[in-house]
Nanobody, 113 residues
């Protein structure tokens, strides 16, 4: 069973940037994704990336601000988040594009002035 460990979250002011990382134990050659869950809301898909990074897709709410990438040699997926807004506050998780692994602990992103 692949384990997913997210990191890189924190407290940032509106307009700021963060880079999240997701390390997968073992080899995981899957299309990967970032998700987020805000307080009182359902988990939502934020961005996806194919196995060879050829294609990416984003939720409308983050398009143009977030960038998903991956380093297969390091079994790591990244999420560069720029121009952060209050509404980006959430716990961020990674998993396969169609979730197949147990969810990790996630990493908290808080956008606040």
């Amino acid at each position: 069973q692949v384990q997913l460990v997210e990191s890189g979250g924190g407290l940032v002011q509106p307009g700021g940037s963060l880079r999240l990382s997701c390390a997968a134990s073992g080899s995981s050659i899957y299309a990967m994704a970032w998700y987020r869950q805000a307080p009182g809301k359902q988990r939502e898909l934020v961005a996806t990336i194919t196995t060879n990074s050829a294609y990416t897709n984003y939720a409308d709410s983050v398009k143009g601000r977030f960038t998903i990438s991956r380093d297969n040699a390091k079994n790591t997926v990244y999420l560069q988040m720029n121009s952060l807004k209050f509404e980006d506050t959430a716990v961020y998780y990674c998993n396969t594009a169609t979730p197949r692994f147990l969810w990790g602990q996630g990493t908290q992103v808080t956008v606040s002035s």
